[in-house]
């Protein structure tokens, strides 16, 4: 099993609770070393019954009693079910440590019964008193053992300190904030709420939840010394032991809780060490990677624990019921393996924050989730595994909260969704400001814990509509590119160039001149399966950064990313510039005139007296397709399919418009330009021309400067119509752009 028993006793055997205690000395009764015999051969109910009869034939012989306990009480844990087995373990426990009260192993075993029984307080006493009485016999206790002993005084100090931790107190005025008009309409009634209701007006009150948690007062720092004793008696078990797993994962579920990665990498490469076949020790060591934004190492780690890991359970990591809407999971569960394997491979790359990385962080997060609640939400008395708590799959649907308490210490009251005493914490869960936020309740000293009413309603509403969140940890904030796409005919009919022109947003992503940037470009598939990609540096001066990338492509559609950030390390968390878009590609070989997308320029110059060819012009494509008040656009297009003549030449008639919202047709005049290239239809409220050029390789390409009257800022459609003079057949393509006010001469505005 991945996690086992978290919380279970460390000999879940009779034959390994044999071989912790100290062998048959010289003189002991003949009827325990026949016990002995029987646990070694694994069979426990001979066992018992030699040890049950040597007691009785021998009550003043203490390691009989000793070893009869210790194996009930292992034998029953803390299963209700078990109550018979745990009071004869007592008995026979606390006859031994009558007859050896200087037994450290004694002591040891009759502190583990009373933790069993939930009697922490004496159960703590009396394993003090075990590391005492070991400290102070010649011979102490075996290195295993005392690890052991450690491991569970750490235990008892951590079911206290996990009742404090982030514990609060809500003040009067605090409680005062918790009102909303929904809490009114769920029949709250008028005025301030009564604190009895309080968990469930936390639910349909978000906002005022965030106001009020500003106002707390914590608790916490009440019981910090419970807290260091329970980390520092973790910290003894595995110096004692360093394969002691459970130590080591009790350990890395506190350090986790308070951020200190350091510390908890290197309990984490211990553990590897020490349990390198245990799927546990590499998904806790990916968890810490993960967290600290090393994903690639994280990634080593994660598929290490998969492939140590049995069917079933590596079949939770990759299963994405829980991220997908509700509408979705009888689909999903319908599909094959492979079916399911490409939809979470969609879901991942789709909701991926950056490609640039070259790791999959949303799939990542998933497994580190997974991983987490593992760590600190499994309930082995319960038979549950993390994510099968409520507590869980709220952290897998939703992450890391945002903020979060528990409380009240202190209270009283019984009533449905209120407080009920000292017996029960409710812990709250924030994911923001407009929230949602969750309450579960759970009793003192346990872990398990459950969704209120309201809290569960609401995550089953939100499993329809909004099933997951996920916010980037590197990712400080998320900024557009600027670009313009542009397709034209590919070195053959069918296929198509795919010219892209970008202009990263340098001020919101905090480049400075001398600075460098990571960029890219990422071409998929309709189901993102991936095609084409580019990742390279560019270095950042005084003028904006200006990005070129040309693909051809077959018919299809297609998904691209552009993506921009400051170089540097992936774990640290800067600012990002992406733009994720669909691009269809029709092809130029259905026949018949075509035009290709028409790109605007911030410049165009013929570089020859009578350009033929693109190559013969110098352009620089606008990559923000936004130009200021009275700039002129300079645009370039290319025509397919025209029926040349017997001399090669081919002949249209082009009109051209710049619209506003109401299709008004804005165009003034052209000036400047290739005027050779066209004439002006006398009289013609619109700007049209007629050519006739040579046809190469069935292409003709145009080009002309457009002066715009002094147009309002606003978005604005340019729109070139072309009809052939002999077929009538026409094509049409279209352009949208912006018109800005121009600048101050110092940048501002």
């Not at 929904?182 to 005025?191: I, L, M, P, S, Y």
Request: hydrophobic content about 40%; overall charge negative; proline content about 6%.
């Amino acid at each position: 099993m991945l996690l086992g028993a978290l919380a279970g006793a460390w000999w879940p055997r009779g034959a390994a609770c044999v071989q912790a205690v100290s062998g048959v000395g010289p003189g002991e009764p003949a009827e325990f070393a026949a016990a002995l015999s029987k646990l070694e051969a694994g069979d426990t109910i001979g066992a018992l019954a030699e040890l049950r009869s040597l007691t009785k034939a021998r009550p003043d012989f203490g390691p009989a009693f000793l070893r009869l306990g210790a194996l009930l009480s292992a034998r029953a844990g803390e299963a209700s079910a078990n109550y018979l087995e745990r009071v004869e373990a007592e008995k026979a426990l606390a006859r031994a440590t009558q007859l050896m009260p200087n037994d450290p192993m004694a002591l040891l075993e009759y502190g583990l019964l009373l933790k069993r029984q939930s009697m922490k307080t004496d159960a703590k006493r009396v394993l003090e008193r075990a590391w005492a009485a070991a400290e102070r016999t010649a011979s102490g206790l075996a290195a295993r053992d005392r690890a052991r002993l450690q491991f569970e005084l750490g235990k008892v100090y951590e079911a206290w300190w996990e009742d404090w931790q982030n514990l609060v107190q809500i003040p009067p005025t605090a409680q005062g904030l918790l009102h909303c008009s929904a809490a009114t309409a769920a029949g709250g009634g008028e005025g301030e709420l009564p604190l009895l209701s309080h968990p469930m007006v936390a639910v349909v009150c978000p906002r005022q939840w965030a106001e009020q948690a500003e106002h707390v007062v914590p608790l916490e720092d009440l019981k910090s010394e419970e807290r260091a004793r329970m980390v520092e008696h973790f910290r003894l078990a595995l110096a004692a032991d360093p394969g002691h797993v459970e130590a080591a994962i009790h350990l890395l579920g506190h350090l986790a809780d308070a951020g200190e990665w350091g510390e908890y990498e290197r309990v984490a490469d211990g553990l590897v060490a020490a349990a390198p076949e245990d799927a546990r020790a590499h998904l806790f060591r990916g968890l810490g990677l993960h967290e600290t934004g090393r994903d690639e190492a994280a990634d080593s780690a994660f598929r290490r624990a998969l492939g140590l890991m049995e069917p079933r359970e590596r079949a939770v990591f990759d299963d994405i019921t829980l991220l997908l809407p509700r509408r979705l999971h009888e689909r999903y569960a319908a599909l094959d393996g492979a079916g399911r394997e490409a939809t979470a491979r969609l879901f991942f790359t789709s909701t991926d924050p950056l490609f640039l990385t070259g790791s999959e962080e949303r799939r990542l997060e998933h497994y580190a989730r997974l991983a987490w609640v593992e760590l600190k939400y499994g309930d082995p008395e319960r038979g549950l595994r993390g994510w099968e708590t409520e507590p869980g799959q709220i952290w897998v649907r939703y992450g890391r909260p945002w903020k979060w308490y528990q409380c009240c210490y202190g209270g009283s009251g019984t009533a449905a969704g209120g407080w009920t005493g000292d017996n029960h914490r409710y812990v709250y869960w924030s994911y923001g400001p407009d929230g949602p936020v969750f309450v579960f309740r759970r009793q003192l000293t346990y872990r398990h814990a459950v969704l209120l009413d309201p809290a569960k309603q609401l995550a089953d509403e939100l499993a329809a509509r909004s099933p997951e969140l996920y916010r980037p940890r590197t990712v400080t904030s998320v900024h557009g590119v600027p670009h313009q796409l542009v397709r034209f005919r590919g070195s053959r009919p069918e296929l198509t160039l795919v010219e892209i022109h970008a202009q990263p947003p340098l001020d919101s992503l905090g480049a400075t001149p001398g600075s460098r940037l990571d960029a890219g470009i990422f071409l998929f598939g309709p189901e993102y399966e991936p095609l084409w990609s580019r990742r390279h540096a560019v270095e950042v001066g005084d003028r904006p950064v200006m990005l070129t990338y040309r693909a051809e492509v077959g018919p299809g559609r297609y998904r691209y990313a552009i993506e921009a950030r400051v170089a540097g390390p992936d774990s640290v968390a800067r600012p990002a510039a992406r733009v994720r878009e669909v691009v269809e590609a029709p092809g130029f070989a259905g026949g018949g005139v075509a035009l290709s997308d028409l790109l605007l320029a911030d410049a165009l110059v013929p570089l020859v007296d009578a350009p033929s060819s693109r190559a013969e012009l110098r352009i620089v494509p606008s990559r923000t397709l936004a130009f200021e008040q009275g700039a002129p656009v300079h645009l370039y297009f290319e025509v397919y399919g025209l029926q040349p003549d017997e001399d090669g030449y081919g002949s249209y008639r082009a009109e051209l418009a710049v619209e506003d919202s109401t299709r008004r047709n804005l165009v003034q005049r052209i000036a400047r330009g290739a005027r050779e290239l066209f004439r002006r239809g006398a009289g013609d409220q619109r700007v049209s021309w007629e050519r006739t050029a040579p046809v190469r390789d069935g292409v003709v390409m145009d080009f002309l400067t457009v002066d715009l009257p002094a147009l309002e800022a606003g978005e604005y459609v340019m729109r070139v119509r072309v009809r052939e003079a002999g077929s009538g057949a026409a094509a049409e393509a279209v352009r949208r752009f912006r018109v800005v006010a121009p600048q101050p001469p110092d940048g501002g505005g």
